[in-house]
């Protein structure tokens, strides 16, 4: 059984790591609020109405976030076949991992190995440099390159990507990390990437904000490019798409 993650653990995550958004949101709508009360201006109604659905945003958001991360049931990880046997597995993060613990639990009789790429130089978003600061890497953490991942070529049963490969914003770099993904994967292995879209799902609970996640068209030309096979996609919530790919074949 995973272990139990903390109430709210997730949409206190996404506040702690992206609260200058919130804080600018929260500031804006405040100062309209104040210019209606301290001064005559026309179209007061129409204020209201822009003040209320700013505060409408910001709630759907959080809403949503809690939804996906904490009630969705996403982190006990039931999309995954158990497996008694002795794999190998590789967990990928981008600065930030808070599902080695749970897949190691998953697959306790497997050898689990934690990758992080994050890199400061290229990987720029403050909310990364935040989550890395709240939960630093561990020991066992392997640091490694998005261009170079010093594993032997097919080392790996199972390559989990969850949440991160969206963080790499270079297609280049992106294309050159699944090809890596690619080498060190058995004939035999699976590749797990979650992420979000930008589809009408994600714009609808992250306005904007949709614009930090890629296509699944972008995501399919990535995995054809780097020749691995897509066996399917899992839709969990409206929210999430989690790709399965296999070794050495091509999307259509």
């Known amino acids: 059984m995973a272990k139990l993650r903390k109430p709210f653990q997730g949409v206190l995550n996404i506040i702690r790591f992206n609260w200058h958004f919130y804080v600018v949101g929260l500031l804006s709508i405040s100062s309209l609020f104040f210019l209606i009360y301290s ?3 026309p179209y007061k109604n129409s204020i209201y109405i822009l003040c209320i659905l700013g505060l409408g945003v910001i709630v759907l958001s ?40 749970l897949l190691e639990e998953k697959f306790n009789k497997a050898e ?23 939960y630093p890497p561990t020991p066992q953490t392997i640091q490694i ?9 097919n080392f790996a049963d199972k390559i989990f990507i969850t949440f991160s490969a969206h963080e790499i914003r270079n297609e280049f770099e992106r294309t050159e990390f699944f090809k890596e993904v690619n ?5 035999t292995g699976q590749i797990y990437v979650a992420e979000h879209l930008r ?3 994600n714009f609808v609970v992250y306005n904007l904000g949709f ?3 890629y296509s699944k068209r972008s995501w399919l030309k990535i995995f054809n490019s780097c020749k691995l096979k897509f066996i399917r996609e899992i839709k969990h919530t409206f929210f999430i798409s989690i790709f399965i790919l296999s070794k050495d074949g091509s999307t259509h």
Do not use: C, M
């Not at 991360?69 to 995954?80: E, L, P």
């Not at 689990?112 to 990364?128: G, M």
């Open 39 to 41: 001064a005559e201006i």
């Open 62 to 101: 959080l809403s949503a976030s809690f939804y996906i991360y904490d009630i969705s049931g996403f982190y006990r990880f039931n999309w995954i076949e158990e497996s008694n046997d002795k794999l190998v597995i590789l967990n990928i993060n981008a600065g930030f991992d808070e599902t080695s613990d």
């Open 112 to 134: 689990l190995l934690q990758l992080d790429f994050y890199n400061p130089e290229k990987h720029t978003e403050v909310s990364i440099k935040r989550a890395r600061k709240a």
């Open 145 to 153: 390159k998005t261009s170079q991942i010093k594993l032997p070529d």
């Open 183 to 187: 080498r060190i994967l058995k004939p």
């Open 199 to 201: 589809d009408i799902a």
């Open 211 to 213: 614009f930090h996640f």
